[in-house]
């Protein structure tokens, strides 16, 4: 069943909290924090620094002159994008999920703050919605930047350009509670069982290049069609990035739900999400230096504490 909570501020880090507490409290040398990073990500490649002059507000070249058009995916699922009072303004869904142009929720906070630093006060800012994996598909965009929990790939930086890191994170690993899959502490306890996850997530790539099960994923075009199957037990784990997980066990599996485990980076590097523009687009380095002046005057960091907890932890899967 899906239902939307509306979660706003210092509640959303309650209800983390609360969901930290719904599976088997681990020991404290098998817990690692999640409390995300800010620091600029080394996995991007390096984009010439703009001058003033290019980055100035009348010298951007847009989709829409005079405003900033930015995307996302429709349904916009919280903590990144919360609903909006009375209901979300169309044509974002009404049902099951946030509504960009409120401001509330992460993402949507990070996005009028990019905003902010590029000139562009809210009224000037448009949103659109387009579905995720079109949003780094190579071709023309009918955004200026497209935010939506997009992780840093050298696959995706093909064929679209990739922003320095906003927020780093680790992929985790959803159940119900009291099933066999709960109890796994390794990548061998899990090897057995079937998985699930959205098509074209880094959820999906986890599950066949580090989980490496001896059953076929099965892939869906939404996490909310995933839960519905993991609710029905038509798969035994789903993964997701680990705030989604404290959000689904949370708000979306009636109780149901408990997070197994987050798995380490891989690699040496930990996953991170990055806005995503048009291949070579030249908004691109000024982007970058609106990240990197959030990170320098603290207000990246206020938004992540506001609307991400920096309290919740998840036992580490073990190779």
Same mark, same amino acid.
């Given at each position: 069943m899906r239902f939307t909570i509306r979660i706003a501020g210092a509640a959303f880090a309650a209800v983390l909290v609360a969901a930290c507490s719904a599976g088997a409290s681990p020991s404290p040398s098998a817990v690692e924090s999640t409390a995300p990073s800010v620091a600029p990500s080394a996995? +991007?490649? @390096?984009t010439p620094s703009p001058t003033a002059d290019a980055c100035a507000k009348d010298s951007l070249t847009l989709v829409s002159a005079g405003k900033l058009t930015i995307g996302t995916d429709n349904p916009a699922y919280a903590p990144y994008f919360l609903p909006k009072d009375g209901g979300n303004t169309p044509p974002w869904d009404t049902e099951f999920s946030g509504d960009p142009t409120t401001g509330t929720g992460f993402e949507s906070a990070i996005a009028y703050a990019v905003a902010d630093k590029l000139g562009f006060t809210k009224d000037e800012v448009a949103w659109t919605p387009v579905k995720f994996d079109n949003s780094y598909a190579p071709g023309p965009k009918p955004f200026d930047f497209y935010l939506a929990q997009v992780s840093y790939t050298p696959e995706r930086a093909q064929a679209a350009d990739l922003s320095d890191g906003y927020f780093f994170l680790n992929q985790s690993l959803v159940a119900v509670g009291g099933s066999p899959i709960a109890k796994a502490k390794s990548l061998a306890d899990l090897a057995s069982f079937q998985f699930g996850a959205q098509a074209g997530t880094t959820s999906y790539n986890t599950i066949v290049n580090v989980i490496k099960p001896t059953k076929e994923p099965r892939v869906y075009d939404s996490n909310? @069609? #995933?839960i519905t199957a993991l609710n029905n037990k038509q798969i035994d784990g789903l993964v997701v990035d680990l705030p989604t997980a404290f959000y689904v066990t949370a708000a979306q599996m009636d109780g149901k739900g408990v997070i +197994?485990?987050?798995f380490p980076a891989t690699g040496g590097e930990q996953e991170h999400f990055s806005l995503v523009l #048009?291949?070579?687009?030249?908004?691109? @380095?000024? +982007?970058?230096g609106a990240l990197g002046a959030m990170k320098s005057d603290g207000s990246l960091d206020s938004i992540t504490k506001e609307w991400m907890s920096d309290k919740a932890n998840a036992p580490v899967i073990q190779p």
């Open positions: 996995s +991007v490649e @390096a909310d @069609a #995933a +197994v485990g987050q #048009a291949k070579d687009n030249p908004l691109t @380095a000024c +982007v970058n």
